[in-house]
């Protein structure tokens, strides 16, 4: 099996890059994330390899970066989901934003990625929020803005029935004016701020 590929950058598609390593074309299905990140043709190119072996299929899927690969092989191990809906949803939306979407239990993030609906949504969250618990995410996910709370905060209002926007624009006044914030505290007040 191929992990690994180092070489140069012979063509560029939308979602695929075939690279030259020693002579020899590999054709690579990348997510847009990777595809935009990596350079232009004749540019040195290092991806992870995920080799996907089928009866009438040899693919090859690419990622710059550990998380991307790590999502990609939670996601095909989810009944239903091949390799081509794992790549289009890491396409939808950054790894990190989907970790923390997953990890918040978020549908209504999840379902702004084309071709996820409500039930696939929540099929995500049910089968990957506990093996996603590991996975380290940048600090900027409980910065002081309160990143952690904020998304649990709002998933808890959007349980509850309020829309959003309203979730939203209550959060952000709360958050302003509260140095450290805590789930009870918080919640408390933007329900306060929403009644009004």
Same mark, same amino acid.
């Given at each position: 099996?191929?992990?690994?590929?180092?070489?140069?950058?012979? @063509? $560029?598609?939308?979602?695929?890059?075939?690279? +030259?390593?020693?002579?020899?074309?590999?054709?690579?299905?990348?997510?847009?994330? #990777?595809?935009?990140?990596?350079?232009?043709?004749?540019?040195?190119?290092?991806?992870?390899?995920?080799?996907?072996?089928?009866? +009438?299929?040899?693919?090859?899927?690419?990622?710059?970066?550990?998380?991307?690969?790590?999502?990609?092989?939670?996601?095909?191990?989810?009944?239903?989901?091949?390799?081509?809906? =794992?790549?289009?949803?890491?396409?939808?939306?950054?790894?990190?934003?989907?970790?923390?979407?997953?990890?918040?239990? +978020?549908?209504?993030?999840?379902?702004?990625?084309?071709?996820?609906?409500?039930?696939?949504?929540?099929?995500?969250?049910?089968?990957?929020?506990?093996?996603?618990?590991?996975?380290? #995410?940048?600090?900027?996910?409980? +910065? =002081?803005?309160?990143?952690?709370?904020?998304?649990?905060?709002?998933?808890?209002?959007?349980?509850?029935?309020?829309?959003?926007?309203? =979730?939203? $624009?209550?959060?952000?006044?709360?958050?302003?004016?509260?140095?450290?914030?805590?789930? @009870? =505290?918080?919640?408390? @007040?933007?329900?306060?701020?929403?009644?009004?």
């Amino acid at each position: 099996m191929i992990a690994h590929l180092s070489g140069t950058i012979l @063509e $560029k598609h939308v979602q695929r890059l075939v690279i +030259d390593v020693a002579g020899v074309g590999y054709d690579v299905h990348v997510p847009l994330s #990777t595809f935009y990140g990596v350079g232009e043709p004749g540019a040195s190119v290092q991806l992870r390899i995920h080799t996907h072996v089928r009866e +009438d299929a040899f693919q090859l899927f690419g990622f710059a970066t550990p998380l991307e690969q790590t999502l990609f092989l939670r996601l095909i191990a989810i009944n239903g989901i091949g390799p081509k809906a =794992a790549l289009a949803v890491l396409s939808g939306i950054e790894a990190q934003d989907l970790v923390r979407a997953i990890r918040a239990g +978020d549908v209504g993030r999840l379902t702004t990625i084309p071709g996820v609906g409500k039930k696939t949504a929540e099929r995500l969250i049910v089968e990957l929020r506990d093996r996603l618990s590991a996975l380290a #995410t940048e600090p900027a996910a409980t +910065d =002081a803005t309160g990143g952690d709370v904020r998304s649990d905060v709002l998933s808890a209002l959007a349980n509850l029935g309020y829309q959003r926007a309203a =979730a939203e $624009k209550a959060a952000e006044k709360v958050f302003s004016r509260t140095p450290s914030p805590t789930f @009870e =505290a918080v919640l408390r @007040e933007i329900l306060k701020e929403l009644a009004r």
